[in-house]
T-cell receptor, first 117, second 113 residues
């Protein structure tokens, strides 16, 4: 079974500062993928960034980077130079990749990020 | 290129009524997923399709729930005899390949009175 843990229910960050959102995971699968999604108040889940378990380098997408520490089973999202539009719920998710029959995403409970002007 | 669309965006119904939601995936995405999200929680997997074949169903998908994707394009999710516990956001996602990134629609928010 897979499990995602996000221990920060809410965070307040000053605009233009960097912020790290924590995510730890548990799985027995040797191959898996880790995702971060953003959910604004409108409800749509917006894909931000992906990290494969065998990827040698940490993933980056613009202002988003994923701090992947495989031995610690953590996949923290780092947002640089935060903006007011970054205020939203953020979800960490994982998916096993060991076979085609297991494609569902398992999500954490999310972190509500509020950017303060 | 349009994203995943869902209809309706909001649905209010009385307990015991049947409801049906529609999801249109991104064009040429052969995989389509349904999730349910209750207040304060992350989405939970319900079921998914490869083209018209339903490949996996969660235990959350009781016999009151049925999903179809008859022509491998849009999908419908029907809930029969709705209960107050069915109140949630129902999210649809699509992916172009096995294990690919799932792109979500705006969701359908269901309220059962």
């Amino acid at each position: 079974a897979q499990k995602i843990t996000q221990t920060q229910p809410g965070m307040f960050v000053q605009e233009k500062e960097a912020v790290t959102l924590d995510c730890t995971y548990d799985t027995s699968d040797p191959s898996y993928g880790l995702f971060w999604y953003k959910q604004p108040s409108s409800g749509e889940m917006i894909f931000l960034i992906y990290q494969g378990s065998y990827d040698q380098q940490n993933a980056t997408e613009g202002r988003y980077s994923l701090n992947f520490q495989k031995a610690r089973k953590s996949a923290n999202l780092v947002i640089s130079a935060s903006q007011l539009g970054d205020s939203a719920m953020y979800f960490c998710a994982m998916r096993a990749r060991h076979n085609f029959g297991n494609e569902k995403l398992t999500f954490g409970t999310g972190t509500r990020l509020t950017i303060i002007p | 290129d349009t994203g995943v669309s869902q209809d309706p965006r909001h649905k209010i119904t009385k307990r015991g009524q049947n409801v049906t939601f529609r999801c249109d995936p991104i064009s040429e995405h052969n995989r389509l997923y349904w999730y349910r999200q209750t207040l304060g929680q992350g989405p939970e997997f319900l079921t998914y399709f490869q083209n018209e074949a339903q490949l996996e169903k969660s235990r959350l998908l009781s016999d009151r729930f049925s999903a179809e994707r008859p022509k491998g394009s849009f999908s419908t999710l029907e809930i029969q005899r709705t209960e107050q516990g069915d109140s949630a956001m129902y999210l649809c996602a699509s992916s172009p390949e096995p294990g690919g990134t799932q792109y979500f629609g705006p969701g359908t928010r269901l309220t059962v009175l």
